[in-house]
T-cell receptor, first 121, second 107 residues
Framework: QVQLQESGPGLVKPSETLSLTCTVSGASVTSGSYYWSWIRQPPGKGLEWIGYIYYSGSTTYNPSLKSRVTISIDTAKNQFSLKLSSATAADTAIYYCARIAPHWGFLFDFWGQGTLFTVSS | EIVMTQSPATLSVSPGERATLSCRSSQDINSNLAWYQQKPGQPPRLLIYGASTRATGIPARFSGSGSGTEFTLTISSLQSEDFAVYYC??????????FGGGTKVEI
């Protein structure tokens, strides 16, 4: 069974960089059959797609966040990561990692449990 | 950017009743629409893809329909475990991939 698990510090100060890692089990991030994505959800609000990465390192980002986002992949550790720079209170959210199975369409078939990231001084 | 609009924001129904949720896109997205269910404290779960195909393990009481700009998720007979928030997501044109604002199905 495919499992994804987010990890990282739960708190950063404004203007700092938010960093999260997603560890994948039950599937390989080197598989050319999938993409690996980050999505966030402010407390009590809806879902916002952040971006995704392919095993080759190719990335696609949400234009609204593109200038501040970097998604990278570590094939040796079967992980992918998110960095969001210049954080503000508006970046406080639950951050989910998820898998995209493009043979079904660019939708999210497996999700991590999510981790709350707070931006506060 | 394709904007997804869901209605109603909240739907109050009784167990055993039928629930009909709507999702509208600002542009034609063919059948490139997915539906997700999210319960409190949990990640979203994929219910429907291709507008009408149930994902693995999803009960037959969930059905999706529509194409173009108008889509519907129907829960034929609500069970207690179905009370949750439901989101639609388009994957016809990106970036960005976009979600609707959600419909909360409550008792």
């Amino acid at each position: 069974q495919v499992q994804l698990q987010e990890s990282g510090p739960g708190l950063v100060k404004p203007s700092e960089t938010l960093s999260l890692t997603c560890t994948v089990s039950g599937a390989s991030v080197t598989s050319g059959s999938y993409y690996w994505s980050w999505i966030r959800q402010p407390p009590g609000k809806g879902l916002e797609w952040i971006g995704y990465i392919y095993y080759s390192g190719s990335t696609t980002y949400n234009p609204s966040l593109k200038s501040r986002v970097t998604i990278s992949i570590d094939t040796a550790k079967n992980q992918f990561s998110l960095k969001l720079s210049s954080a503000t209170a508006a970046d406080t959210a639950i951050y989910y990692c998820a898998r995209i199975a493009p043979h079904w369409g660019f939708l999210f078939d497996f999700w991590g449990q999510g981790t709350l990231f707070t931006v506060s001084s | 950017e394709i904007v997804m609009t869901q209605s109603p924001a909240t739907l109050s129904v009784s167990p055993g009743e039928r629930a009909t949720l709507s999702c509208r896109s600002s542009q034609d997205i063919n059948s490139n629409l997915a539906w997700y269910q999210q319960k409190p404290g949990q990640p979203p779960r994929l219910l429907i893809y291709g507008a009408s195909t149930r994902a693995t393990g999803i009960p037959a009481r969930f059905s999706g329909s529509g194409s173009g700009t108008e889509f519907t998720l129907t829960i034929s007979s609500l069970q207690s475990e179905d009370f949750a928030v439901y989101y639609c997501q388009q994957h016809n044109a990106w970036p960005p991939l976009t979600f609707g604002g959600g419909t909360k199905v409550e008792i």
